[in-house]
């Protein structure tokens, strides 16, 4: 059968959040003439960053100019404190660097390849590499010097240098941020993060045999590459949903609660519709109707779902507190 209409490789695993981020954006232009102020936003030394374009907007700007990137949510307080003062050193430094904003719930593919475990998180990416960052928020002037570290490790790497913000004599150590040695230098440069984009090409034009094989290709040098697993996972349901008939699994599910194969078909159905706790519902309640073997495949299947979603999605999390419950 064909693919559910509605099923895309990114729409089923972060549904709620693009919504969300589509609604910011739109009050964004609504409110557009606010950013009148603002000449950084306004002659793009400051944009915001996808999934989607993270590679041209700041692997490939990153080669020309040092690329600082702002990692942030929402609902994040420290994120709203730390956010004004890049965005007015960017605007100060005047093309010296980028500040790429990136909305962590919107864009989840990059959090984890990021291994973005709290925010705020500021990344600088050098010459296609990543140099150097912190955690959390930090006073202006620790942000002057550590920029003006990026802008010294930037010439090192040989960007050219037109001045730092940092003022001269100034250490670089903060006093309220977490230094941290930041992941992902790898995956910034040619290699993975060039498999990666074929991956997603390869999803795109419908290609699963050429997308897995580049998720794999991975996973054979990094077993535990979390995008790689979840994308080959991702690959998997498809490869399965293609093949249901959708009116039989429902009849099946329907008529045999506890067969613990039927309500995995259906869950895999709902999951690539993006009915993700539904899902998720389903099989919690099939472990705890049925024991034995039913019992065991209903977890399996649903560990298996689980890698299809970003590991610290909020859904993942509440379910397998909720499976840990049902096991012990």
Known sequence: MNQPRNFSLYGAVDLGARQAAAQRRQRAAEQGSAADGQPGAQSGLIIDVTDETFNAEVVARSRTVPVILDLWAEWCGPCKQLGPILERLASEANGEFVLARVDVDANPQLSVALQVQSIPMVVAVVAGQVVDGFLGAMPE???RQWLGQVMQAASQLGLPATGAPAESGQPGADAGAESVTMPGQEMLADGPSAVFA??????ERGDLDAAAAAFEK????SPADPLATMGLGQVSLIRRVEAYDQAAVRRDAA???ADALAQSRLADLEL????IETAFDR???TVSRTSGDERDLARKHLLSLFEILPPRDPRVAKARARLSSLLF
């Open 218 to 221: 991975i996973l054979a040098t």
């Open 272 to 275: 690539a519709t993006g009915q």
């Open 255 to 257: 008529s045999r609660p």
């Open 141 to 143: 002037q620790q942000v």
């Open 198 to 203: 074929e991956a997603q090409q390869a999803m």
């Open 283 to 285: 099989l919690l309640a």
